[in-house]
């Protein structure tokens, strides 16, 4: 597996990372288990959850910190704060991102993942409320203190990258490595601002969703049901979300795989991580077996032609 730095900093990542958002929604501890030992395999180190993941909020966070035991210096662990946590944590004490609300919450992120540091601690949505001037203070005394050793962002717009630079270089703060916002080749918005900004500031982009709920597995066909077990199924309002996939576009790609040996798995994941600026493709994994199966995309390492032809499809007109 390789690795990359994020951004510009000196942070290394595997090019692909885990998503834990279903870590003890979906994933017993047993098979958190399971999927840190697939890592280690295959040379996954990049984990990223928020306080926010699992059922209650924050149980993804607890089952990762049991999970790590012995292994914690072998995973670069990673994240978020600033979303509504149904007061799991008690009484919100301000604003997402203000600091007091800061403070709060990574003492009880430090908490469930048995650890005295986060290796990428990140603003998971802004406030609207909070200057990020304050915001960025209180995470660069983050920094300062040793709890977290770099600190990211995740669904910034463009301007919003370029302000919290701007604002850290000015003001001498710790700056934003990362931006961890939806992205796939399906969904690729962000290259209009977003993406240029990252490329501007040497922000590492980390994109979420790469598989589209699982549109770009295979495991789903036009017009058929959803298969028994998949999350189409379990869940009844993907119902119409499977009716109104972009079907063209997705078996496009299909093709497009096929006549490289590939599957569209390995094209979304290999061919994403191949985008200008991104660090780390974040694939959300269920058991061990999913996390060998983006790892081993990587293997495609795709030409230029490749990513030419891959645009044409992808692109919106």
Not at 277 to 291: C, K, P
Request: with cysteine.
């Amino acid at each position: 597996m390789t690795q990359r730095p994020l951004g510009d900093s000196d942070l290394m990542v595997s090019a692909v990372g885990i998503g834990c958002n279903a870590f003890s929604r979906r994933v017993d501890l047993d098979g958190v288990r399971d999927i840190l030992a697939a890592a280690r395999d295959v040379g996954v180190t990049l984990l990223d959850t928020a306080d926010i993941y699992g059922n209650p909020p924050g149980g993804s966070e607890a089952l990762l910190g049991e999970a790590l035991k012995g292994q914690r210096d072998e995973f670069v662990l990673a994240t978020k704060f600033g979303m509504d946590m149904q007061r799991v944590d008690g009484p919100e004490p301000g604003p997402r991102c203000s600091p007091a609300y800061i403070r709060h919450a990574v003492e009880h992120s430090l908490r469930r993942l048995q650890t005295d540091h986060i290796d990428l601690y990140q603003l998971h949505r802004p406030d609207e409320v909070t200057p990020i001037e304050e915001t960025l203070g209180t995470l660069t005394e983050l920094v300062q203190e040793g709890k977290v050793r770099y600190i990211g962002s995740s669904n910034l717009a463009g301007w919003q990258v370029a302000d919290a630079d701007w604002t850290s270089r000015t003001q001498d703060l710790a700056r934003f490595v990362s931006v961890q916002n939806r992205y796939s080749l399906l969904d690729r918005s962000i290259e209009d601002e977003v993406v240029p900004a990252a490329e501007t500031f040497g922000v590492g982009v980390l994109p979420f969703f790469p598989l589209e709920y699982g549109l770009l597995t295979g495991k789903y066909r036009r017009g058929s049901a959803a298969p028994e077990g998949s999350r189409a199924a379990v869940d009844p309002t993907r119902a119409g979300w499977l009716a109104t996939a972009d079907w063209d576009r997705i078996e496009a790609l299909e093709s497009y795989a096929a006549a490289r040996d590939l599957s569209i798995l390995e094209v979304a994941i290999a061919g994403l991580a191949a985008q200008p600026a991104v660090s780390s493709v974040i694939s959300g994994a269920t058991s061990g077996e999913q996390v060998r199966a983006n790892a081993a995309a990587m293997r495609w390492e795709p030409t230029l032609e490749d990513l030419a032809e891959l645009d044409t499809i992808t692109r919106a007109d």
